[in-house]
Structures are given as C-alpha cells and as structure tokens.
C-alpha cells in the first residue's frame, strides 16, 4: 500500500489537482460516516475504553472541518454521491460494528487509522516539495494521531491476549478486509465516479 501510486505522486508533487480533489470528496464523506461507527463502539466497548473512543468523535468533527475549509481553499466543490468503494466500505464499517464482536470492530478501526498513519508518514517522510496538501499530510502524520494509533495498538494487543483461537481468526480476516478496502480506496481517486448511469 505504501507504494501506491496516490501516496508517490502525492509526495512528489506530480498529483494531478482533480485525482486529489476525488480522494478529498470521497474521504470527507467517509469521515462523516466514521462517526457513527465510532458512536456504535462506543456503545459496545467494556467501559475502560469508552473515554478513548469517546475522544475520537470530536476529534473526527474537527476533520470534517479541515477537509471543508481545504475544499473551499483549493475551490474543490463537495459533491454527496459516494463511489461503490467508497459505499460497500462505510457500509462494512457500519456493518461490522453493530452484528460483529467488539473486538472486530476494534481491528477494523485500528486497522484503518494504522493504514492512514503509515501512508501519509510515508508520504510526509519522501516529501520533495511543499505541498499544496500539506494539511492533510500533517493531520494523519503528527504527533497525537501517532498516539492515538499507539493507543489501538496497546488496547489491540491486550484484546488478542484474551481471545480465543477463533476470535483471532475472526480479527486477522478483518483485518485483511479492511486493508484490501484501504488499498481500493487509493484507487478511487484515479477511477472517480464509476456508477452506471440511471
Ligand atoms: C481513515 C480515513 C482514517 N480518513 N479514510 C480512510 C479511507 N481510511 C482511514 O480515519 P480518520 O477517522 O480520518 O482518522
């Protein structure tokens, strides 16, 4: 994932301003479905986690304000269609959370915020030029999202200490649907719409 095309280009400057512009539109509307699949956790998480996840509702709020005020400073228009990636992986956030485990549910949000951790620390560390997108660089590569990730790491780690053979089980292919729908979701930016017409 961390070679893909999107993350090369973003970090050598070459990304076209509409590719970008497709990842911004389609990542603000999966933020803003994130929420409710945080909401969901929380609902079901043993009590010594709630505070954590809780936190992580107002945090995602202010990013749905950083990709407004990014959209309008760059002129990108915000259009509310989802792509059919973009679509089947809110509904498997949304999906999981309410009729999976807990602890699936918590592989599948460690797993996503891990990807976004890794690949914009990788687009920050191969960097060649200032970015125009500088601020979502930074929002997914600074120091309290890093912590937030080693939080879910921490709490990921002791989950599996407890869990039985078949749980893991459950956990890895959850985790390897999520990093199969984090690799497609690059994609979508160079793809754009792809609905049949009505
Ligand atoms: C994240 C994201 C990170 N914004 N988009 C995708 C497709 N995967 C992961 O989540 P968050 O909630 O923005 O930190």
Not at 24 to 34: G, I, K, P, S, T
Not at 125 to 152: G, H, M, Q
């Amino acid at each position: 994932m961390l070679d893909h095309p999107f993350l090369r280009e973003t970090a050598a400057g070459s990304i076209p301003f509409d590719v970008f512009a497709n990842w911004l539109n389609q990542d603000y509307l999966f933020v803003r479905e994130a929420i409710p699949f945080i909401a969901i956790m929380v609902s079901r998480a043993p009590h010594a986690l709630r505070p954590g996840l809780a936190a992580a509702i107002p945090a995602l709020q202010s990013e749905l304000e950083l990709f407004e005020r990014m959209a309008r400073e760059k002129g990108v228009s915000l259009r509310e269609e989802m792509t059919p990636i973009c679509h089947a992986y809110v509904q498997y956030l949304i999906a999981t959370a309410h009729s999976r485990s807990f602890e699936e549910g918590f592989t599948l949000l460690y797993c996503a915020e891990k990807a976004y951790f890794d690949c914009w620390s990788t687009v920050r560390r191969t960097l060649t030029s200032a970015s125009p997108w500088k601020d979502f660089i930074d929002r997914w590569s600074n120091e309290s999202f890093a912590a937030w990730v080693k939080w879910l790491e921490d709490e990921i780690d002791k989950l599996l200490e407890r869990a039985s053979e078949t749980l893991r089980q459950q956990m890895a292919a959850v985790f390897l649907t999520t990093t199969r729908y984090e690799y497609l979701f690059w994609d979508i930016a160079f793809q754009g719409e792809s609905w049949p017409d009505a």
